[in-house]
């Protein structure tokens, strides 16, 4: 058996022996200041991950590193209270791995979460994008043996996001009278904030937002067969047409994240009621 698959399945087990025989079909990856909401979710178990055989440890501002599992819009969930990123030194293979565990664990739908720059000019502190589509701007995760165990060689990648499931968010938002943007995001390695050259350069490419997460875990669950919703938390305006005293500030990100966390909160979890 192929290492990788080894380790995966090891900690799923490990995970499994934990629930009891219950079965999780929804999982949830919540980035930088958006842990916020696993408060929401009603919690049977809370597994750190430094517990669970394999799993790699989140160090990111903002991310407790937590897996969570309980009910949320009445149905049994799993949350990731915190993800990996690709700028902590981890392997893509290590970044990833919580998803393929989650696809183990019978997890068919992924909601997929961030803090993000808006590189559209048009968007603001605050705003909520639901990601329709992406940019890959990072190592593959794929690259090395494919797992056949998971999926094929050359996944499909023509929707990455679901259109279904956009398609119940925009509904969703509308009812709860929850404005939201829908646009096309890019992920970088980080873990430096982009130049004003390189926001505008991704601005030329197509893209709406910006952030260091996401795209990885994306192209894993839908390599393993798994649907995805995304959506980003606007945290600041990535523009090239700066004050001369304007500075990111990562604790200022995970703040406008905190206060968006409710809005997201409030869409995630009606999204996941309707799911059949």
């Known amino acids: 058996m192929n290492e990788q698959s080894q ?3 090891e900690a799923a087990a490990y995970i499994q022996s934990r629930l009891n025989g219950r079965k999780v079909r929804i999982g949830i990856v919540l980035g930088s200041g958006l842990g916020k909401l696993a408060d929401a979710i009603d919690p049977l178990v809370c597994i750190p991950y430094k517990d669970i055989p394999h799993f790699p440890i989140s160090t990111a501002i903002g991310h407790k590193g937590n897996l969570i599992f309980g009910f949320l819009g009445g149905r049994f969930v799993c949350a990731m209270q915190g993800r990996i990123h690709y700028y902590e030194g981890y392997t893509m293979q290590q970044v990833t791995l919580p998803i393929r565990v989650m696809k183990l664990l019978g997890v068919e739908t992924l909601f997929v979460s961030n803090a993000a720059g808006g590189v559209n000019f048009d968007y603001h502190v605050g705003d909520l994008m639901i990601i329709r589509d992406h940019i890959n701007n990072m190592p593959n995760p794929l690259v090395g043996p494919n797992l056949e165990d998971f999926g094929p060689r050359f996944p499909d990648m023509t929707r990455p996001y679901d259109p279904h499931l956009i398609s119940m968010a925009e509904q969703a938002a509308e009812e709860l009278g929850i404005a939201v943007k829908k646009g096309v995001y890019i992920a970088s390695t980080g873990p430096t904030y982009e130049t004003p050259s390189e926001y505008k350069m991704f601005r030329l490419w197509g ?10 875990e994306v192209i894993v669950a839908r390599h393993s067969g798994i649907a995805v919703f995304g959506m980003s938390v606007i945290t600041n305006e990535a523009h090239d047409d700066y004050a001369p005293d304007y500075v990111n500030d990562g604790d200022e990100v995970v ?3 905190n206060a968006a966390a409710d809005r997201m909160c409030a869409i995630f979890t009606k999204v996941i009621e309707t799911l059949t």
């Not at 893209?207 to 990885?216: E, N």
């Open 207 to 216: 893209a709406d937002a910006t952030g260091m997460s996401t795209v990885p």
């Open 255 to 257: 703040r406008a994240a």
């Open 7 to 9: 380790k995966i399945k």
